[in-house]
């Protein structure tokens, strides 16, 4: 069974950062994609930014140039920098993996930006 864990989430002030990690356990032997969606309160879940297992990255157009994806693929770890963060980025984060044709997705984790 594949887990997925994500730390780092918090209350931060408008303009500052915070970073996510996601690390996937199990039974793993490759992950390729990896992801993180938003859930922001009133609107539906979103893709803010996706990476390849070799590093392509692409990005919701709200987020770019803010955020960063970035993955360690021997620790089987995903990372998202979050910089000059603003309220409407405030939400529940999930990190998503597709592995052997199924989705797999972790419990959250809720970011909150005040302003």
């Known amino acids: 069974q594949v887990q997925l864990v994500e730390s780092g989430g918090g209350l931060v002030q408008a303009g500052g950062s915070l970073r996510l990690s996601c690390s996937a356990s199990?039974?793993?032997?490759?992950?390729?994609?990896m992801a993180w969606y938003r859930h922001a309160p009133g609107k539906e879940r979103e893709l803010v930014a996706r990476?390849?297992?070799?590093?392509?990255?692409n990005y919701a157009d709200s987020v770019k140039g803010r955020f960063t994806i970035s993955r360690d693929n021997a620790k089987n770890t995903v990372f998202l920098q979050m910089n000059s963060l603003k309220s409407e980025d405030t939400g529940v984060y999930y990190c998503?993996?597709?592995?052997?044709?199924?989705?797999?997705w972790g419990k959250g984790n809720l970011v909150t930006v005040s302003s």
């Open positions: 199990g039974s793993i032997f490759s992950i390729n994609a």
């Open positions: 990476i390849s297992s070799g590093g392509t990255t």
């Open positions: 998503y993996a597709p592995m052997y044709g199924m989705d797999y």
